[in-house]
């Protein structure tokens, strides 16, 4: 919640809290978790949290096509489903 107070442009995304959880087990410090949710959100990952999502729905194209072409017979398993 403090993060997502923080920076209202991202607010908050389903799954930040798993992401919050993990990362305050991890250091079991909240300055720590949210500084650490900054560097994700703003750093290394800003097109992801966003309402959008743009910059995961792009990752995950970019993965399908390296799968399709790495992988085919797993590819088709998925779209099979």
């Known amino acids: 919640l403090a993060y997502s107070l923080h920076n209202t442009r991202v607010g ?3 799954s930040m809290n798993l992401i919050a959880w993990t990362l305050l087990k991890a250091t079991e410090s ?6 650490s949710m900054a560097v994700l959100c703003e750093d290394l990952f800003p097109g992801y949290m966003v309402e959008n999502m743009h910059g995961l729905r792009v990752d995950l194209a970019v993965l399908d096509g390296l799968v399709a072409v790495r992988l085919p017979r797993i590819a088709a398993d998925f779209k099979a489903v």
Do not use: A, I, L, M
Not at 30 to 35: D, I, S
């Open 12 to 14: 908050y995304c389903q």
């Open 30 to 35: 909240e300055e720590v978790t949210f500084w």
